[in-house]
């Protein structure tokens, strides 16, 4: 597996981090930063906090790419998309 990450200043600046792994199952997928999510390896709450913990600061952490080989989550002020 590789990770990448890009940030980009402007606005607020923007935080992507994408990695070549498996797609999240669209059940999971759609409850990411609404609720703790079933996890393999953990109790499923760390994308759930880091989302709430980003909406006290102005900003929304969001999964912008969901597919086999690239899936992308985005760090970014809200309204900045």
Not at 26 to 52: D, H
């Amino acid at each position: 597996m590789r990770i990448s990450a890009s940030f980009q200043p402007a606005a607020g600046g923007r935080l992507t981090i994408c990695d070549t792994g498996n797609a999240i199952q669209n059940a999971v997928a759609t409850r990411l930063f609404a609720a703790p999510v079933p996890s393999q390896t953990g109790l499923g709450i760390g994308r759930y906090q880091a989302s709430k913990q980003a909406q006290q600061l102005g900003y929304k952490l969001t999964l912008v790419s969901n597919s086999d080989g690239r899936v992308c989550f985005e760090l970014a002020r809200s309204g900045s998309g």
